[in-house]
């Protein structure tokens, strides 16, 4: 039974990372992610959690995602950052959890590093509003977080 979960829990992060690519390139091109994807990829962290037996220290997890939540909801006052933005960081950090919030901090500033370098080369699309840049965040995420997905599989 405990192979069958370890396959099925594999399953999901195959999914979620299939989710997050879908979520990344329709960003890239629409400026909008979803709420029913965010949704989606929410009810993907329990099952995941479930499967692979880490719903015992998912309130940590909640509770860091609900932590980043508020706190995003700072710079989404200012308009530094979009809705989408806010929503994607939470999930990502709901499944990073506790154990690689760092990882997937780095990653994702390695990640938006690049993609803020791609902008400026004009290699990826760019929307201009009251004369600020506005970039599509969930490909870093979406990037973060499947590296974090592969740390986890390396056993890191």
Known sequence: MTELREFLSNIVLVITATMLFYVA???LREFKIRNEMIVTLACLYGIY???SGQWVHAHWNLALAAFIFVFLLIFYARNWLGGGDVK???IGFLWAGNRYALPF???LLAFAIIHVGAAKFGLVAVKYTDGHMRLPFAP???AALIGVFVLGWSGF
């Open 25 to 27: 390139i329709n960003d």
């Open 105 to 107: 901090a780095v990653l």
């Open 88 to 90: 994607i960081l939470t």
């Open 49 to 51: 959690a479930f499967l």
């Open 140 to 142: 870093a995420v979406a």
